[in-house]
T-cell receptor, first 118, second 111 residues
């Protein structure tokens, strides 16, 4: 197992274009999280999946953003009609199934996708 | 609103110094707390995870402590090296299992 992977690592696009990022979690991890990190700030939660179900979305996730995890394995995050304010690092993390009564399991992060919107 | 504050925002020290990074959080009902390292333009590397029932964790030259009652955690780095230069992020797992991050402390260790 090679850990969480993300593709692409870097994406430069023009304002108004659509972009899609992919995240492959650690195998058998049922939870998958997306975070966004702007320059000089800590990451902020966007959304998460448990298996194929999207259980929570942040207010940061405007209607231009959509995330999917169709078979409970990899996930995609699409941004439509990109704006310069979307420029950020998009981080994906996964965690193993939680044991009842135990604290939430550790999240493992991928290398991130850096998006630059010109 | 659940918040995490990290002080200082930036720190520059000469090589060999011991140093302490501070993290405070507003929600005492946290679960685990985790310290990460982030190199410029890179993803997050987990350093230490402290479970809610624990008071501290150690790994090599790093020691992290957790005091839930006061809402504070510290990361102690012994005998700092230029390779320790990076941004250090503190984050806690809230009741829903999400990570809530601070803004980070940017550390520079001068040779």
């Amino acid at each position: 197992d090679t850990g969480v992977s993300q593709d692409p690592r870097h994406k430069i696009t023009k304002r108004g274009q659509n972009v899609t990022f992919r995240c492959d979690p650690i195998s058998e991890h049922n939870r998958l999280y997306w975070y966004r990190q702007t320059l000089g700030q800590g990451p902020e939660f966007l959304t998460y999946f448990q298996n194929e179900a999207q259980l929570e979305k942040s207010r940061l996730l405007s209607d231009r953003f959509s995330a999917e995890r169709p078979k409970g394995s990899f996930s995609t995050l699409e941004i439509q009609r990109t704006e310069q304010g979307d420029s950020a690092m998009y981080l994906c993390a996964s965690s193993s199934p939680r044991v009842a009564g135990a604290p939430y399991n550790e999240q493992f992060f991928g290398p991130g996708t850096r998006l630059t919107v010109l | 609103k659940q918040e995490v504050t990290q002080i200082p925002a930036a720190l520059s020290v000469p090589e060999g110094e011991n140093l302490v990074l501070n993290c405070s959080f507003t929600d005492s009902a946290i679960y685990n707390l985790q310290w990460f390292r982030q190199d410029p333009g890179k993803g997050l590397t987990s350093l230490l995870l402290i479970q809610s029932s624990q008071r501290e964790q150690t790994s090599g030259r790093l020691n992290a402590s957790l005091d839930k009652s006061s809402g504070r955690s510290t990361l102690y780095i012994a005998a700092s090296q230029p390779g320790d230069s990076a941004t250090y992020l503190c984050a806690f797992y809230n009741q829903g299992g999400k990570l809530i991050f601070g803004q980070g402390t940017e550390l520079s260790v001068k040779p």
